[in-house]
Each structure stands twice: as structure tokens, then as C-alpha cells.
């Protein structure tokens, strides 16, 4: 069975300053990673995904996570936040070979102006 | 076109109401699911389909019926649902069923359903 965890439901973070969102994992094998993000009343959008190529995953709107697997963790960060990166925040794991997406609880982001 | 469509967007129903959500994507995508996501939780997978073939029910009440009528549509068919069923319910596809490298599941917009 595979799980992840998102450390913080909540993260206020002013414009300009860097966002952090933390994930963990556990998986009896190495898993995909995914991070999605839903703005207010919408569906989710993938932000970026880890397949097991490179350990550094670059997304859109200018985030990246980093896959470290001896931490078992998938943290996703933004140099720079924007107004407009306010949201809901959910990272999901899927076995290789999967047909089964399992998210976290989310992180919902606040931006400061 | 990356787009997964919902209607309605809105639905209140009454207990004793039949209704239907409807999904529509035009990706040529075998794979569609259904999810259901309660407010400020993530969302919990509830049917897969995949060539048009039921391939995993998350032990749903049959309450929920789901159908995929070609492979565009998805439907999911309501019937005495219950207050606690309203949530957000998304519709995803992808190409073919599971997470491989260039497999990404493309989620819908939802429907907002209420249950009175």
C-alpha cells in the first residue's frame, strides 16, 4: 500500500519569498509522485510529476520538487510566490504500474501581499 | 485540447431524486475515473474505467451507479443518495489506464453536488 503525508494543512508565505510545501511518502516500491493544485471551485491541475528519470522535476508556473528517496520525500518549492499561487496544494503517489492516484490531505496556501 | 467538461456544475437533488452527472472528453483517452472530494479533503478515488470497461470499484454504495456509454462519456448515476453524499465530484481520463511516464490524468472541473 502506498501513502503519502503533507506536513502542514496551512502555509502563509509572503509575495516574493519562497514557498515550501513538504510530502513524504511510503510505498513497498519505488512509486510515481505527482503534485496537482486546485484554485478555488476548480479541479486539479498537475503542477509536475516524477516517473523515475531525473530525481529533479521541473513543472509549470515555476515550481520544481526534488525525489529523495532516502528521505522518502517529494517537497515541492517556488523561488518567488505570486498572488495568483494561492491554493490548495495536493501531492499523490501511484505505483509504477498503477491505476490508483492516492493523495494527501493538501496544503492550502496563503499568500501576503 | 486538454479538457475534461462536467455538467452541471451545480446539481441540488432531494433523497428521493434520480439524477446524472455527466463527463465528456475528446482526447481519445480509454481511461476515465471518477472522484469524489469532501470540502478542505482530498479527493478519494471512487470508479475506474478503462475501454469502457468498469475495471475498479472502491467499494462504492450502489447508490452511485456509473456508466461509460462510449469512449467520450462517463456518467455517474444518482439515486437516494443521502446529506453526507454531497461533496465535489471530478471526473480524470488519461490515455490509457495507470501512471506511467507520459500518462498524465487530467482532471475535470467538477460537480458541485448538494444533497437535501
Known amino acids: 500500500a502506498q501513502s503519502v503525508t503533507q506536513l502542514g494543512s496551512h502555509v502563509s508565505v509572503s509575495e516574493g519569498a519562497l514557498v515550501l510545501l513538504r510530502c513524504n511518502y511510503s510505498s513497498s516500491v519505488p512509486p510515481y509522485l505527482f503534485w496537482y493544485v486546485q484554485y478555488p471551485n476548480q479541479g486539479l491541475q498537475l503542477l509536475l510529476k516524477y516517473t523515475s528519470a531525473a530525481t529533479l522535476v521541473k513543472g509549470i508556473n515555476g515550481f520544481e520538487a526534488e525525489f529523495k528517496k532516502s528521505e522518502t520525500s517529494f517537497h515541492l518549492t517556488k523561488p518567488s510566490a505570486h498572488m495568483s499561487d494561492a491554493a490548495e496544494y495536493f501531492c499523490a503517489v501511484s505505483p509504477p504500474a498503477g491505476n490508483k492516484l492516492t493523495f494527501g490531505g493538501g496544503t492550502r496556501v496563503l499568500v501576503k501581499p | 485540447d486538454t479538457e475534461v467538461t462536467q455538467t452541471p456544475k451545480h446539481l441540488v437533488m432531494g433523497m428521493t431524486n434520480k439524477k446524472s452527472l455527466k463527463c465528456e472528453q475528446h482526447?481519445?483517452?480509454?481511461?476515465m475515473y471518477w472522484y469524489k472530494q469532501k470540502a478542505k479533503k482530498p479527493p478519494e478515488l471512487m470508479f475506474v474505467y478503462s475501454y469502457e470497461k468498469l475495471s475498479i470499484n472502491e467499494s462504492v454504495p450502489s447508490r452511485f451507479s456509473p456508466e461509460c456509454p462510449n469512449s467520450s462519456l462517463l456518467n455517474l448515476h444518482l439515486h437516494a443518495l443521502q446529506p453526507e453524499d454531497s461533496a465535489l465530484y471530478l471526473c480524470a481520463s488519461s490515455q490509457v489506464l495507470g501512471s506511467g511516464p507520459g500518462n498524465t490524468i487530467y482532471f475535470g472541473e467538477g460537480s458541485w453536488l448538494t444533497v437535501v
Open positions: 482526447m481519445g483517452h480509454r481511461a
